[in-house]
């Protein structure tokens, strides 16, 4: 997705869809389509109908997103219209089974769980996006590689003194934390603390 669409909120994307700006829709398709596969996995439909459930989803998506009010909430109105289409077609393949073979059409309590675990790693994922150039490297580096690199190494990779990664971390902690409430999703989970290993 070109830098222009994946720094811009949730908010200006659907601006720019329903403003018809070239390229919006498929930047808006390419950063939701993963959530609405997840949505549709979690939910337990076949990898046929999760196809389908996307092409419904946005569909939709086009035909209603000027009817959302607050947009940013979209990431929400997506994983509640993907539910509401996985429930369809659970039902309606359940019409052509026996009994003991249909499936639950209502999600479990953990699948709920699991669902509004998807939507909050989207949206945190989206705002660390939209946060960009050295805090959203930064970041990065101390909670999401797999292994963690040392502090001397996050330091050379971000381009800062080594002993500025605390006090930069604590910044764009904040200004991550102000993206993910304006985005609706009240405080951010707490992140684990990285090792100062050196």
């Keep these: 997705m070109p830098t222009r669409w994946k720094n811009l909120g949730n908010a200006e994307l659907v601006q720019a869809c329903l403003s018809d700006e070239p390229f919006a829709w498929d930047a808006f398709v390419e950063r939701f389509q993963g959530l609405v596969y997840s949505v549709a996995k979690t939910r337990g439909l076949r990898p046929d109908q999760r196809e389908d459930a996307m092409q419904v989803v946005f569909l939709l998506a086009l035909r209603h997103l000027k009817q959302l009010k607050n947009h940013d909430a979209v990431t929400s109105w997506l994983i509640k219209t993907t539910q509401r289409e996985c429930t369809r077609l ?24 699991q669902l509004e675990q998807i939507e909050a790693i989207q949206v945190m994922q989206q705002s660390l996006d939209q946060l960009g150039g050295t805090c959203q490297q930064l970041l990065t580096a101390l909670f999401k590689s797999d292994p963690r690199p040392s502090y001397d190494q996050i330091a050379e990779q971000v381009g800062i003194a080594r002993g500025s990664i605390g006090p930069t971390r604590a910044r764009c902690l904040e200004k991550l934390a102000r993206i993910f409430q304006q985005a609706g999703q009240g405080p951010p989970p707490s992140p684990s603390q990285p090792s100062q290993s050196g």
């Design 90 to 113: 659970i039902k309606a393949a359940n019409r052509k089974l026996p009994d003991d073979l249909r499936v639950a059409a209502e999600p479990s309590p953990e699948i709920s769980a």
